[in-house]
C-alpha cells in the first residue's frame, strides 16, 4: 500500500461537527449552572444548523475518501462516498434533527430530563446518521448504525424516574441487538462467499458468481434484519408503538423520522449498490414484508386512542409504502436504479409530514401527558392554527387533498409496482391506503368537533420554539405539496 | 481441519445464544446470550477471513468486540434503572406499555 | 372563454362571501347565493348558445402548468358542445335550487353556511364539467364529494343524517381510490394528465388494449361510486337525508351524473377496452332492474326516487356500454331536468305534509294543484310516456342498445342484448312505480293530520320553470344536427320503431296493472301486492345487509385480530399470571412466557420463515 492516503475532510465535515459539538455539548453542561442547562440544548442546535452549512460545498459533485487502491478485478473501493444520494438524506436527517432539537427546548425545561445529556446523545445518534448516509462498507455501515442506535436508547430511558421509559428502552435494546446480531451473522456470509467488505466489489463478485449460492442467498436474506427493526417493519416492529409511547414524544419523534430515515438510507444503499445482481433474491422478500407491514400497521392503528401510538402505528404503515418501490425491484435490468428514487421521494415527504404531526403532538402531550385523541376534541376551536398544522399533517399522510405532497408521494411509489410488473403489491398498497384514511380522517374530524360536555375546550401557551417547529415543518409541507419537485425528483 | 467446522461452531453458537434470549428470564443472562451471538459471528467473520485470505473479517470482528462492549454498557444501564424502579431483573415483568 | 372562467368563479366567489360573511351579515346570504348561481346560469347560457349557433364547438383554454416532478398538470379549462350543454344543466339545477331552498329552508339556523356549500357545490361541479386537466378534475370531483357530505350531514342533529353523510363519503372514497388509481395508470401510459392529449393518444392506438383496459376498470370504479352504481349504490338511498333540495342537485341532477359524464369525456379511452364495456353493461343492467324492482317497495317519497335515480343512471351507463355516448349524455340532460324537478315537487310535498311517508299522504291533488301538476309531468317523463322528455332520450339508449345488440357496436352482443331486454323490463317497472307515487300521494284521500297546503311562490316557480324543460326537452334528439351535432356526434337519436312501440306498451301496461291493484284497494298501498318479495325489495334485496356481513364486521374484526395478536404478545405476562393460566393450551403457554421475549420470538420466527422462504424458493 502506497503510504499514507489523504483524508478528504470536507466530505467528512458534516459529521466531524456533528460529533465535536456533540462532545462540546457535554463539557459545555459541566459549566453551566442548574438553572440554564437548556443552554447546552441551545449549542447542540446551532451545531446541527452549522453542519447543515457545511453540506454546501458538496453539493455538485460526488466525493470519497478512505479508499482501497485497485485490484486486477476491482477498480479502486472507497468506505466513504458523499453522493447525491447522501447528501439528500444528510440534509433530511440534519434538518429533521434540528426540528427534533426545536421541539426538545420546551421538554428540556420542564421535565426533569437532563438536558446535556439529553443533547449530547442526540447530536452522537445523529452523527451516526449522517455517517450511514456515506457508508459504502459493510464495516461503516454496522458500525455507523450502532451509532444511530446505541445513544438512541439512552435517550429513550433518560427519565429515570419513570419506568415505563425504561421498559420501552429495554424493548427497544433488546430487538435492536438481536436484529443486529442476525445482520452481522448474514453479513459474515456475504463476507464468506463473496470475499468483500465494499459494497460495490460486493456487487461486482455476486456479478460474477453464477448461480445462486444459498450461503449467500441466506446470508443477504439475514442482512436485511437490522435495517428491518430501524425501519420498524414487520415482523420486526414490535418494539416501536411500547418505545414511541414510553419515550419522550419528541424521542418519539426521532425516532420515527430521523432514526428511520437513516435506516432506510442503510437499506436503500445495502440493497441497490450491495446487493443490486441478487435482486431477483431480495425483492420478493422485501415486497412481503412490505405488504405485512402497511397491512400490520394500518389495521392496529384503527384502533389506537393514544396520539403516539397512532403515530407509532401509522409510521410503521408507512414504512411499508416506502418499501414498495424496493420491493418491486428486479424485474428487468436496471430496475434497481429505477426504484430507488421513489422510495428516496417517500421517505423526504414523510420526514415532512410526520415530523408535522409530531410537533402537534408534542405541543399537545406536554399539556396532556394521557395524550389521546379525545385531547384533540375541539383544537381547531381554540388554536386554530396549530390544528391546521395537524390537519394538514394527517391529510399528507392519508394522501389526501389538500395534502398533495403525501398523495404525490403516493403517486410516485405506487407508480414503481405498476411500472415493474408487481400487480399484487400495487393491489394491497391500494387497500391500504383506503384503510389509512380512515384513521387519519377521524383525528382530523375530531380537531374540528365541538368539545365534549363539560370538557375545558384545550388552549395552550405556545411557545417560540415550538411555534417555529410547527412552523417549519407547516411551510415545508404546504410548500412542497405546492411545488413538490423538489421531493420527488431529488434524486433524477 | 476443514475451517467449514469453524463457521458451523458459529453457527451453533449462534443458535444457542438466541434460544437463550428467547428463553431465559433474568435480563443479565439475556444479554449474555446476546452476546454469545455477536461472538458467533466474530468466529465466523474469523474463520471467513482465514478461508478468504484477507484481514478485513479479523478487523470487522474487532469493531464488533466494541459495538458489543457499548451495547454492554448501555444494557447494562437500562438493566440498573429497571431493577431501581421493580427491585427485579426479570424481563417478564416490564409490560407496562401493551397494544 | 371567458364565461367559462366566470360560470366556476362565480359560484365559487359567492361560496366564499357566504362563508366568509354569511354570518355577520344574514341579510345578503340569498342575494349572494342567488347572485352566484344566476350569474353561472347567464355565461353558460352565453356558451350553450355558441355552442348551438357554431357546432361542433371546440376551444380552449391554457391555463399555467403546474410542475409536479413526474408530469406536469395544468390549470386548463376547454370548452365544446358537451361541456356547455351540461354547465346549462347544472347552473339552471342549481339556481331554481337556490331559489326554492329560500323558501324551504326558511328559519334555518345554518342556511348561510347551506347556501354557500350549494354554492361552492356548484363551482367544483363547473371544474369538473370544464376541466381538461384530470387532476384539476379530481380536485373538482373531491370538492363536490366533500359538499356532498356536508349537506347530506345538514341536520346532523339527527343520527340518519350523520350515518347517511359518513356512508356517502366512505362508498364514494372506496371507488375514488379505484378512480385516483386509474387517473395514476392513464398518466402514466401516456405521460400526462391532459384530458384531451389522452384522448388523442387513444385515438392514434398509443394505449396498449390492456393498459386502456386497467386503467378504464379502475376509472369505473369511481364512477360507480360516484353515480351510485351496483356494487357501490347503497350510499345514495341512505343519503336522502340530506335537505331536499339538496337531493334534487347532488343526489340527482348533477354530481350523480358526473360519473357518466366523466366516461363520456374520456370515451375513446373506454372504447379501446371491450371487457371494460362488458363490465359496465352488466353493472347497467344488474342496477337499474334491481333500483327499479327496491322503488317498487319503498314508503319514503325520497327513497322511491333515490333508487329511481339510481335505475336511470344505469340507463346512462347502458348507453355507454353499448357506444352511444350521445345517448348518454341525452339522458343526462333530460334526467336532470326531470329529477330535479320531481325531488323539488317532492320537497314541496314534504313540506306541505311534514312527512316522508307515503302511506301517510295522499288526496294531495286538491290542496296543491301546481305540484300536481308539475309531477305529474316529471313522472310521465320519467316513466317515458311520450311525448315527455323521457321518453325521447330512454328511446335513445334502447335504440342504442338495439344496434348494438345487431352487432354494430363496440360492445359484445350478448352484453347488448342483455342491456336492451333489462333496459325494456326497466321501462315497465320505472311506470308502475311512477305511478304507485302518483296515486298514493295525490289521489284518494288525505291520509296524514295535517291539512296541506299549497307551496309558496319560492318554492312553486322553480317547479312550474323546470316543468318546461321536463316537457320538451326530448325534442332536441329529434334531428341529427340539433343535439347530436351540438355534440359533434355522428349518430342519430332517434326513437327506433320495434323499441319505441314496445316499450311504450310496456309502460302502459306497468302503470295500467299498479291502477288496476290500486283501485280495487285505494287507501292500501298498491306494493302489498308484491306478497313475499316486498320485503327483499323494500330492502333492496339485502346488499346493505351483505356488506355489513362480509365487509364492515370483517374490517372491524380484523382489526380486533391484529390488536389481539399484538395483545397475546405483549399483554401474554399479565394474561398467564391472571386467571387464564389454568385454562390456556400448550401453544397458548409458549406466547406466555413474556412481553420483550415474546417479541424477540416473533423477529427471530419471522426471520426464519423469511430464510426459509427465500433460501427454498431461488
Known amino acids: 500500500m502506497a503510504g499514507t492516503q489523504a483524508i478528504d475532510y470536507t466530505a467528512l465535515a458534516p459529521a466531524l461537527v456533528v460529533a465535536v459539538t456533540a462532545l462540546g455539548v457535554l463539557v459545555l453542561d459541566l459549566f453551566l449552572p442548574a438553572g440554564r442547562k437548556v443552554v447546552a440544548a441551545w449549542a447542540g442546535t446551532g451545531g446541527l444548523v452549522v453542519a447543515l452549512a ?53 421538554t428540556l425545561r420542564d421535565s426533569r430530563i437532563p438536558a446535556g445529556e439529553y443533547s449530547f446523545l442526540l447530536l452522537s445518534s445523529v452523527a451516526g446518521a449522517v455517517t450511514l448516509a456515506a457508508s459504502r462498507d459493510i464495516l461503516t455501515l454496522v458500525v455507523a448504525l450502532e451509532v444511530v442506535s446505541l445513544p438512541a436508547f439512552a435517550l429513550v430511558a433518560l427519565r429515570r424516574f419513570d419506568s415505563r421509559s425504561s421498559e420501552a428502552a429495554l424493548k427497544l435494546f433488546l430487538v435492536s441487538v438481536v436484529s443486529t446480531a442476525v445482520m452481522l451473522f448474514g453479513l459474515s456470509l ?43 417493519a414487520v415482523p420486526f416492529h414490535f418494539w416501536a408503538p411500547d418505545t414511541y409511547s414510553g419515550a419522550p414524544v419528541p424521542v418519539a419523534a426521532y425516532l420515527s423520522v430521523v432514526s428511520k430515515a437513516a435506516g432506510f438510507v442503510g437499506l436503500a444503499v445495502l440493497l441497490t449498490r450491495g446487493f443490486g445482481p441478487y435482486a431477483d433474491v ?31 402505528w401509522s409510521s410503521i404503515a408507512q414504512s411499508g409504502y416506502m418499501l414498495v418501490p424496493l420491493g418491486s425491484a428486479a424485474h428487468g435490468a436496471g430496475s434497481v436504479d429505477a426504484v430507488l428514487p421513489a422510495t428516496v421521494a417517500y421517505v423526504l415527504a414523510y420526514a415532512v409530514m410526520n415530523l408535522g404531526a409530531f410537533s402537534v403532538v408534542t405541543l399537545v402531550g406536554r399539556h396532556r401527558p394521557r395524550n389521546a385523541i379525545e385531547d384533540y376534541r375541539g383544537l381547531g376551536r381554540t388554536e386554530p392554527l396549530t390544528a391546521f398544522a395537524l390537519a394538514f399533517a394527517l391529510a399528507c399522510l392519508a394522501g389526501l387533498p389538500p395534502g398533495l405532497l403525501g398523495l404525490f408521494a403516493k403517486v410516485v411509489v405506487f407508480q414503481a409496482p405498476v411500472e415493474q410488473g408487481v400487480g399484487w403489491l400495487a393491489v394491497v398498497m391500494a387497500v391500504n391506503v383506503v384503510i389509512g384514511l380512515y384513521y387519519y380522517l377521524a383525528w382530523a374530524a375530531a380537531l374540528y368537533a365541538r368539545p365534549a360536555e363539560g370538557a375545558r375546550p384545550p388552549s395552550y401557551r405556545i411557545s417560540w420554539s415550538d411555534g417555529l417547529a410547527i412552523g417549519i415543518t407547516l411551510g415545508a409541507a404546504v410548500w412542497l405539496s405546492v411545488l413538490p419537485r423538489m421531493v420527488l425528483e431529488a434524486l433524477r | 481441519m476443514n475451517p467449514m467446522n469453524y463457521v458451523l461452531l458459529s453457527a451453533l453458537l449462534f443458535s444457542i445464544g438466541s434460544a437463550g434470549v428467547l428463553l431465559r428470564r433474568n435480563a443479565i443472562v439475556v444479554f449474555m446470550c446476546v452476546e454469545l451471538m455477536l461472538n458467533a459471528t466474530n468466529l465466523a467473520f474469523v474463520t471467513f477471513a482465514r478461508m478468504q485470505g484477507t484481514l478485513d473479517g479479523q478487523v470487522i470482528a474487532f469493531f464488533v468486540m466494541v459495538v458489543a462492549a457499548a451495547e454492554v454498557v448501555i444494557g447494562l444501564a437500562i438493566i440498573v434503572t429497571i431493577f431501581r424502579s421493580r427491585r427485579s431483573a426479570s424481563v417478564d415483568g416490564a409490560n407496562l406499555l401493551k397494544y | 372563454m371567458i364565461p367559462v372562467v366566470v360560470a366556476i368563479l362565480a359560484p365559487a366567489l359567492a361560496a366564499l362571501l357566504g362563508l366568509g360573511a354569511g354570518r355577520r351579515f344574514p341579510r345578503l346570504v340569498v342575494p349572494v347565493a342567488i347572485a352566484g348561481s344566476a350569474v353561472a346560469f347567464l355565461a353558460a347560457l352565453v356558451l350553450a348558445a355558441r355552442a348551438i349557433s357554431s357546432a361542433p364547438l371546440h376551444d380552449r383554454l391554457t391555463g399555467p402548468t403546474v410542475p409536479t416532478g413526474t408530469f406536469p398538470f395544468g390549470l386548463d379549462v376547454r370548452l365544446d358542445g358537451l361541456a356547455a350543454l351540461v354547465s346549462v344543466a347544472v347552473a339552471a339545477v342549481a339556481l331554481a335550487v337556490q331559489v326554492y331552498s329560500t323558501a324551504y329552508l326558511k328559519g334555518d339556523p345554518r342556511y348561510s353556511s347551506y347556501a354557500a356549500l350549494v354554492s361552492l357545490f356548484t363551482a367544483a361541479m363547473m371544474l369538473v364539467v370544464f376541466a381538461d386537466d384530470l387532476l384539476v378534475l379530481l380536485v373538482g370531483w373531491e370538492v363536490m364529494g366533500v359538499c356532498s357530505y356536508f349537506l347530506i350531514g345538514h341536520h346532523w342533529e339527527q343520527e340518519g343524517a350523520r350515518a347517511g353523510a359518513v356512508k356517502a363519503f366512505v362508498v364514494t372514497r372506496l371507488g375514488d381510490v379505484g378512480f385516483l388509481f386509474g387517473i395514476f395508470t392513464l398518466a402514466a401510459s401516456v405521460k400526462s394528465f391532459d384530458i384531451e392529449r389522452v384522448q388523442a393518444a387513444a385515438l392514434h392506438g398509443q394505449i396498449s388494449q390492456s393498459t386502456a383496459t386497467v386503467a378504464t376498470l379502475l376509472l369505473l370504479c369511481g364512477v360507480v ?38 366516461v363520456a369525456r374520456l370515451y375513446d379511452v373506454f372504447l379501446l377496452a371491450p371487457s371494460t364495456l362488458a363490465v359496465m353493461a352488466v353493472i347497467a343492467a344488474i342496477t337499474m332492474l334491481g333500483a327499479a324492482l327496491a322503488a317498487l317497495a319503498q314508503d319514503d317519497i325520497k327513497r322511491v326516487l333515490a333508487y329511481s335515480t339510481v335505475s336511470q343512471l344505469a340507463y346512462m351507463l347502458a348507453a355507454l356500454a353499448v357506444g352511444s355516448a350521445g345517448a348518454a349524455a341525452f339522458h343526462l340532460l333530460t334526467h336532470a331536468a326531470f329529477k330535479a324537478l320531481l325531488f323539488l315537487a317532492a320537497g314541496s310535498v314534504i313540506h306541505a305534509v311534514g312527512t316522508n311517508l307515503m302511506r301517510d299522504m295522499g288526496g294531495l291533488r286538491r290542496a296543491m294543484p301546481v305540484t300536481f301538476v308539475t309531477m305529474t309531468v316529471g ?78 311562490p319560492a318554492m312553486r316557480w322553480p317547479l312550474l320553470v323546470l316543468a318546461v324543460p321536463a316537457t320538451l326537452l326530448g325534442a332536441v334528439g329529434l334531428r341529427s344536427s340539433w343535439l347530436p351535432g ?133
Not at chain 3, 343519503?239 to 348533477?254: C, D, E, K
Not at chain 3, 302518483?438 to 296541506?452: D, I, N, Q, Y
Not at chain 3, 291493484?517 to 323494500?538: I, K, N
Open chain 3, 379 to 456: 313522472l310521465a317523463a320519467l316513466a317515458g310516456l311520450p311525448p315527455f322528455s323521457g321518453f325521447f332520450s330512454k328511446e335513445a339508449v334502447l335504440a342504442a342498445a338495439e344496434h348494438a345488440a345487431r352487432g354494430e357496436g363496440p360492445v359484445a352482443t350478448w352484453a347488448a342484448w342483455l342491456v336492451l331486454v333489462t333496459g325494456l323490463l326497466t321501462v315497465g317497472i320505472t311506470a308502475a312505480y311512477a305511478t304507485r307515487l302518483w296515486l298514493m300521494t295525490f289521489f284518494h284521500e288525505a291520509r296524514g293530520p295535517v291539512s296541506p297546503h299549497e307551496a309558496s
Open chain 1, 54 to 106: 457545511t453540506l454546501l460545498p458538496l453539493v455538485g459533485d460526488t466525493r470519497r475518501t478512505f479508499c482501497v487502491p485497485a485490484t486486477n478485478v476491482d477498480p479502486v473501493s472507497c468506505s466513504y462516498v458523499v453522493d447525491h444520494l447522501t447528501l439528500v438524506f444528510q440534509v433530511l436527517v440534519l434538518a429533521g434533527a434540528v426540528v427534533v432539537m426545536l421541539l426538545s427546548l420546551d
Open chain 1, 190 to 232: 456475504v463476507y464468506g462467499t463473496t470475499g468483500a467488505v465494499h459494497l460495490d466489489r460486493i456487487a461486482s463478485a455476486l456479478a460474477r458468481s453464477d448461480g445462486r449460492l444459498p450461503a449467500t442467498v441466506l446470508g443477504v436474506t439475514l442482512s436485511l434484519a437490522g435495517f428491518g427493526f430501524k425501519v420498524a
Open chain 1, 282 to 312: 431480495w425483492a420478493p422478500a422485501v415486497a412481503v414484508i412490505a405488504a405485512l407491514t402497511m397491512t400490520v400497521g394500518n389495521l392496529a392503528a384503527l384502533r389506537q386512542r393514544s396520539a403516539v401510538r397512532l403515530l407509532a
Open chain 3, 486 to 618: 351540438w355534440l359533434g356526434l355522428d349518430e342519430s337519436l332517434r326513437p327506433g320503431a320495434v323499441t319505441a312501440a314496445l316499450s311504450v306498451l310496456l309502460a302502459v301496461a306497468g302503470a295500467v296493472s299498479v291502477a288496476l291493484v290500486w283501485r280495487r284497494a285505494p287507501a292500501t298501498d298498491p306494493s302489498g301486492r308484491l306478497g313475499r318479495f316486498r320485503p327483499a325489495f323494500a330492502r333492496a334485496f339485502y346488499v346493505d345487509e351483505l356488506y355489513d356481513r362480509v365487509a364492515v364486521r370483517p374490517v372491524r374484526s380484523a382489526a380486533r385480530a391484529v390488536l389481539w395478536t399484538d395483545d397475546e404478545v405483549v399483554a401474554a405476562g399479565s394474561l398467564g399470571s391472571g386467571r387464564c393460566a389454568g385454562r390456556a393450551g400448550a401453544l397458548l403457554q409458549l406466547t406466555q412466557r413474556g412481553n420483550v421475549q415474546a417479541y424477540l420470538t416473533g423477529v427471530l420466527a419471522g426471520i426464519v420463515l423469511l430464510a426459509v422462504g427465500v433460501v427454498t424458493l431461488t
Open chain 3, 225 to 262: 361510486g360516484k353515480s351510485a352504481q351496483f356494487p357501490l349504490h347503497t350510499w345514495l338511498p341512505d343519503a336522502m337525508a340530506g335537505p331536499t333540495p339538496v337531493s334534487a342537485l347532488i343526489h340527482a341532477a348533477t354530481m350523480v351524473a358526473a360519473g357518466i359524464y366523466l
